[in-house]
């Protein structure tokens, strides 16, 4: 069979189509898919940050309440078996910051990353350097996230667990568990995120650099 | 832009075109639901790239340009985001297949597109939809010369298999 043929066979095609459109899903599909990807984003993205920016302010919240609250209103409280020192608010203060400014942090490299999305590349090569340069976004968000997201945030919820502990009086049974957990789930998200820069992210990205290197070689 | 002109020239451009974006959809998926899926998936990027279209291109060379970056998109999709859109959509199916009588040699082409890879699959479909060196370079975003080279080893890839198939197995 010569090319030609084969051109008149691709033809063939042309008056035999091989699906039908569903007309009447046809419409409501396309802007249900549209709307849904948005939503999922917006819900994504917005809950994360709202999240934490609500534990900041209950943080920051708890901490005014310890400055400027009634001292005998706050010593009927259960949760308050010593004395209110100074400690304890800068404590829940320190953290309400730490806790805001990692939700700010999130929300900016969120926001980025999807701003990032948006550009419409008009060739393939264009579209394959947007991936490249998204999975590179990617991983430097998820290395980056681990610095100035989580590690002020579990510093900042230590602070905060230590200083409520210590109004509480509880005994060190409770802070050796209350550690233990906080460590285990560092080194579980910690270990995620590795885990997903190697098996996710570094695979996406050498998959698409080595489209790219065959789409620039012309003998590739 | 607004809703109605785009949705206008949405219409126009399945009722005219419709018969290129299933031979990319063939060209990139190889189940019913992942037919329906990619389809689906390229129709709402054609939908979204309504307002960008400055009638620079041709109407089918953008076309193909936003169904084959978006073929290439689906494909690099995880599994399992497959899955879950497949389970969100399973009861609107869009693309419906058709009974029809079976064409061997067209399935043997099929057959052979499917098992290059992906910039390979794209140029094939383009040369044999009829498009010229020059539209396929600003397709794909390489130079004419380039694309020259590349559609030469591709043709005579393609002219070896079919020798080495037997007409009577075609």
Redesign the interface.
């Known amino acids: 069979?010569?090319?030609e043929e084969?051109?008149i066979?691709?033809d063939?095609?042309?008056r035999?189509?091989?699906?039908?459109?569903?007309a009447a899903?046809?419409?409501?599909?396309?802007r249900h898919?549209?709307d849904?990807e948005h939503r999922r984003t917006a819900c994504r993205h917005g809950l994360e940050s709202l999240v934490n920016a609500l534990c900041g302010v209950a943080m920051l919240f708890v901490g005014g309440l310890l400055t400027w609250g009634d001292p005998d209103w706050l010593a009927t409280s259960r949760w308050v078996r010593v004395p209110i020192a100074p400690w304890h608010a800068v404590a829940f203060c320190l953290a309400g910051t730490a806790w805001l400014f990692c939700a700010a942090y999130m929300w900016i490299a969120r926001r980025r990353q999807l701003r990032r999305e948006e550009p419409?590349?008009?060739?393939?090569?264009?579209?394959?350097e947007r991936?490249i340069a998204h999975v590179g976004f990617q991983i430097q968000v998820a290395r980056s996230i681990l610095w100035w997201g989580l590690i002020p945030a579990w510093l900042a919820a230590g602070l905060c667990v230590a200083a409520l502990f210590h109004l509480s009086n509880v005994s060190a049974w409770s802070y050796a568990l209350i550690v233990m957990l906080m460590m285990v789930s560092f080194v579980g998200i910690t270990w995620w995120q590795s885990h997903a820069i190697r098996h996710?992210y570094e695979p996406?990205r050498r998959?698409?650099e080595s489209?790219r290197a065959?789409?620039?070689d012309?003998?590739? | 832009m607004d809703e109605h002109t785009q949705?206008q020239t949405?219409d126009g451009w399945?009722g005219r075109h419709?018969?290129l974006l299933?031979?990319v959809?063939?060209a990139y998926a190889f189940t019913p639901p992942d037919?329906d899926d990619l389809?689906?998936?390229i129709?709402?990027q054609v939908?979204?790239?309504i307002p960008?279209f400055r009638a620079e291109s041709s109407e089918t060379t953008w076309l193909y340009?936003v169904a084959?970056?978006t073929a290439?998109?689906w494909s690099?999709k995880?599994r399992r985001n497959r899955d879950r859109t497949h389970a969100?959509?399973s009861e609107?199916?869009?693309?419906?297949?058709?009974s029809?009588?079976t064409?061997p040699?067209?399935d043997w082409?099929y057959e052979q597109i499917v098992q290059l890879?992906?910039?390979d699959r794209?140029l094939t479909l383009l040369l044999?939809?009829?498009f010229s060196y020059r539209e396929m370079a600003?397709?794909?975003?390489?130079s004419e010369?380039?694309v020259g080279?590349?559609l030469n080893?591709i043709?005579a890839q393609?002219?070896i298999k079919?020798?080495e198939t037997n007409d009577h197995e075609?």
């Open positions: 069979m010569n090319f084969m051109k066979i691709w063939s095609q042309n035999e189509p091989l699906y039908a459109i569903n899903a046809l419409h409501d599909l396309v898919r549209r849904e419409f590349a008009l060739s393939m090569q264009g579209d394959l991936a996710l996406r998959e698409l489209l065959k789409l620039a012309p003998n590739a | 949705k949405f399945l419709r018969g299933f031979k959809v063939r037919q389809f689906q998936e129709i709402t939908w979204c790239s960008r340009r084959l970056n290439l998109a690099r995880e969100l959509n609107a199916q869009v693309l419906l297949p058709q029809r009588p064409h040699r067209l082409l890879d992906h910039v794209s044999l939809d009829g600003e397709t794909l975003g390489i010369s380039h080279v590349k080893r043709k393609l002219i079919s020798q075609l």
